[in-house]
């Protein structure tokens, strides 16, 4: 599946990333990303990555067109005035809605940990603060009871979504780091490298961009929608309304 421009702006553009795709090169080895998608379809002008998406995270980013822009919308990325709301299936039946509030850090500085990018709450690091709203909650044949959730971060963590409902108890489905042991994501790396079948993406999709811009005396309220990711609807809705 190919990424697609949703929204094409003088300034800016608005792009759904599929699951699966890099947004730009992490190491020499060729691999084909966004970034280098994006310079094939505006070739020759200056787009930078103002927000970012993991690899199996699929859904809506912003991209700057030209420098003094990707300033600008870096400084309000910055700021966080760059609003992002997220669609997640987790396990479980969290509450109605809430803010986690406790701070994020990686947990290898504090225990030990394989895993080198695994983030936890950790008293006394960093803030971070996750308002979500569960929209849903379903029972599945296979995962039993899961639930939609549309959350939005208030900090920009590491993570910071996936780590905040782990520690909630809540672990977001199909996890390869969260709500596991160490032992299950380094297993799934090793059968990576042997390109054995790889299991589903973690259940998390960017599902609504707003922010205002100025420009002059020209003001622009920006604001994108788009339905939940095929794959993760066919799991949501592969799943019946769970018993109060």
Known sequence: ?????VREHPQFLIVDKPAGWLVH???????????????EQLPGEFLSLVSRLDRETSGLLLVARGKENASLLGKMQQRREIHKTYLVIVHGRPPE????????????????????IRQAVVPGTYPAVTE??????????????????EASPKTGRLHQI?????HLGFPVLNDKIYGKNDGYFINYIDKDRQNKPKIARHSMHSS??????????????????????????SIWSDAVPATP
């Open 162 to 166: 996936r780590a905040h409902f782990d």
């Open 208 to 233: 609504k961009l707003h922010f205002t811009l100025q420009s002059g005396s020209e003001v622009d309220s920006v604001f994108v929608e788009i339905p939940l990711a095929e794959d993760l609807e």
């Open 25 to 39: 090169p992490t190491r020499p080895d060729g691999t084909f990303t966004l970034i280098d998608w994006l310079r």
């Open 97 to 116: 809605s809430g803010v986690i509030n406790e701070p994020l850090d990686r947990l290898g500085k504090h225990q030990p940990s394989l895993i080198y």
């Open 1 to 5: 599946m190919a990424p697609a421009i």
């Open 132 to 149: 979500f709203k569960t929209l849903e909650t379903r029972t599945h044949h296979e995962h039993g009871m899961i639930s939609l959730v």
